[in-house]
């Protein structure tokens, strides 16, 4: 086995021996072999080092999945330059944060965008500001990019790889800092987790400033497989977005729940699409089980579902879960999340001495990233020495309330910061929301909490039905037997469909504002 400590030199590798197979294809028809994505990233490679950008300088890139996109990644990864994905449709006041945040060397947009380009000129007069599609990509090749660059070798593993920015509590985004190490490791987890091979075929449905795109992109082109980049625009649409992946050939789907429900509740998914996919994994929130089970029973007799929980600051992914039969029995809590990935271990950080297997989930382990760049105070806040150990080790404490059950799995029990304190009663909204995914007629469901004044609050419900008979007050009376009285939601709104954010995630924020 090669020996590849930073991800350059492992893209390398992958290119030696899988010169002529398919690494990007889309569903246009264009296609790209890894010989050709390795020419035309040293190609960018040589001019980012021409601009003067050096290890340890950050390249912000408003990707839209293009060939010159992925090539640019793949150009940072290769001369030890920290690239960060951004969204061109987030709002302004968002992106003068992250970019005063990271203060990248340059900035690269896919598009022309006259409003975003003056914006950030106005903001940034100094900093390199580039448009991928007119000055940096030539289709002539020459000798040299043929060749591996030598700067590769000079990365070492615990080199920072790329930003991913998250939501603050604050409002203010954190960017989780991944290192060459840390990619490596959740390369070969994922490898054998998945079982994944130079046959299969990836989707690319996330957006790629979103943590779950570092499965589609890393898990896939780094162990020889293809990626199918799917764009904004194509998600959007569930019949399109079907028919892509059964013409595309893809085997590995992985998604939000979000998405997933939306396919089934369109009607766009049915029992015979999806038909070269083996494996279809979740995770960024929970699946409401109403909805899994229907999902399970169209589609699980071939092809195996995967629950997967992981955290930004954690490479994506810590653990999997394979769903069954059983997991059906109990149709009032989420599917667990299983055992924690070979790669990690964890501590419970129990606030009730008399259940020490549940509190606050925290990881350990070699997926345990950097910390949020440029944030100090935020990073010593989340990760932390382990209390329990006679040396120094960091784990991250992820905010996620967790319960060990008596045969080891884990099972998710909301958010330290969406846990409400009402009527007296300590409550997770979660619980009230899992409440709601067993009505037969839910689609998607969002609870939030809404402070009246210091001391009362009110909780409130939005909720997607399917059947157009389904009223608030029916919604009511079936909630009333499943939950006490102090967790009833005070106001019930049905609503056709549930706001989303840009990662495709109910959008809690917006439905305060209804």
């Known amino acids: 086995m090669a020996y590849c400590y930073n991800l350059g030199l492992a893209f390398n590798h992958i290119v030696e021996r899988h010169p002529t197979k398919t690494a ?20 960018m490679a040589r001019f980012l080092l021409s601009s003067g950008l050096k290890p340890g300088h950050v390249v912000a890139i408003f990707n839209e999945k293009s060939i010159q996109a992925y090539a640019l990644m793949l150009a940072c990864l290769k001369t030890g330059i920290i690239y960060t994905n951004l969204d061109a449709a987030s709002p302004w006041a968002r992106l003068e ?10 900035i690269f947009l896919e598009h022309t965008d006259d409003c975003l380009f003056q914006s950030i000129q106005n903001h940034s007069p100094s900093v390199a500001l580039y448009k991928l599609h007119d000055t940096l990509f030539s289709e002539k090749i020459g000798t040299q990019e043929k060749t591996h660059l030598a700067e590769s070798a000079g990365i070492t593993g615990n080199h920072p790889a790329y930003i991913m920015f998250t939501s603050g509590s604050t409002g203010f985004p954190k960017g989780a800092v991944m ?7 959740f390369i070969a987890w994922g490898q054998t987790t998945f079982d994944v091979t130079p046959h299969d075929i990836f989707t690319n449905a996330n957006p790629i400033y979103f943590d779950n795109s570092v499965f589609d992109f890393y898990v896939s082109i780094f162990n020889g497989a293809s990626l199918v980049p799917l764009g904004h625009d194509l998600v959007k649409q569930p019949k399109a977005l079907v028919e892509a992946i059964n013409q595309s050939g893809c085997t590995i789907w992985f998604s939000v729940p979000s998405l ?32 899994l089970k229907q999902l399970f029973e169209m589609v699980g007799h071939r092809i ?16 999997s879960y394979i769903i069954s039969e059983k997991d059906f029995e109990n149709m009032q809590e989420l599917a667990p999340l299983g055992f924690l990935a070979p790669n990690f271990s964890y501590e419970i950080i ?5 259940h020490p ?5 925290a990881l350990i382990g070699p997926c345990v990233g950097l910390g949020y760049y440029n944030d100090p105070d935020r990073t010593a806040r989340s990760f932390v020495p382990n209390s329990k150990t006679a040396y120094h080790q960091i784990m991250y404490k992820t905010g996620d309330l967790v319960e060990k059950a008596a045969n080891g799995y884990l099972h998710f029990r909301g958010r330290v910061d969406n846990q409400v304190k009402h009527m007296g009663y300590r409550i997770e909204l979660e619980e009230i929301e899992a409440a709601f995914s067993t009505l037969s007629y839910v689609n998607e469901v969002g609870v939030i909490y809404e402070k009246l004044n210091a001391e009362l609050g009110q909780i409130k419900a939005f909720v997607s039905v399917s059947k157009k008979e389904v009223d608030k007050n029916s919604v009511l009376n079936d909630l009333k037997q499943l939950l006490p009285s102090y967790m009833i939601p005070r106001v019930i709104t049905l ?19 209804l």
């Open 179 to 185: 290192s060459h190490a840390n990619v490596l490791n």
């Open 304 to 319: 195996t579902l995967f629950n997967v929980y992981g955290p930004t600051e954690c490479t994506c992914i810590c653990s």
């Open 350 to 354: 129990s606030a009730d001495p008399a």
């Open 495 to 513: 609503l056709e469909v549930l706001p989303k954010n840009a990662n495709g995630k109910i959008d809690r924020k917006q439905l305060a504002l």
């Open 260 to 291: 997933l429900v939306y396919l089934l509740t369109t009607k766009a998914l049915s029992a015979t699409d999806f038909k070269t996919v083996t494996r279809i994994s979740f995770g960024g929130e929970g699946f409401p089980k109403n909805k």
């Open 24 to 43: 990007l294809q889309f569903p246009n028809g264009s296609a790209y072999t890894f010989s050709v994505l390795h020419q035309y990233s040293n190609q």
């Open 357 to 361: 297997d549940t509190g606050e989930l």
């Open 97 to 106: 944060k992250i970019i005063n945040t990271c203060a990248p060397s340059a």
